[in-house]
């Protein structure tokens, strides 16, 4: 958490990413529970298909969006584009 | 999660919300965990003080912060007063 938080910091300070320390806490508690359960929400959602491997690559990407929504425009499209990379190939 | 989707198509098409198609998508999973998952990551998480009542109000708080990431300046700032409203009192 407050490893997030640091980073975060740091990319307000670079202009990269706009938002308040406010916002940057409350992200940083999502990005830990989504860390923290994207596995026992994984199991819980409606299976696609006959998959029964838990999807690692959509939570990787679902944390990914996270962050990106607070980012600028052409970074925000950057970890988009990114983060779809993690979607299941 | 369909509704949530809604929602924000409606938002987006009102210009209070910048989102894309597949940023919608994404939030509306973040939403769904963290409605579902909130109060396991509470019992988890190093508690403050002798608190051991599940603080509901920050559950709403987190959920109220990931929707206000995307929307138009004015309408974040006033987003995240009213989340403010629902930490411990």
Request: one cysteine or more; hydrophobic letters at 40%; charged letters at 20%.
């Amino acid at each position: 958490h407050e490893s997030i938080v640091e980073v975060c910091t740091g990319l307000v300070r670079s202009g990269v990413m706009n938002a308040s320390r406010v916002e940057i806490e409350a992200l940083a508690n999502n990005i830990a529970m989504a860390t923290t359960f994207w596995l026992n929400f994984e199991q819980i959602r409606p299976q696609i298909g006959s998959k029964t491997e838990p999807d690692l690559g959509r939570g990787i990407y679902q944390v990914m969006m996270l962050l990106a929504a607070y980012l600028r425009e052409g970074e925000r499209q950057h970890l988009n584009d990114l983060a779809e990379s993690y979607l299941n190939p």
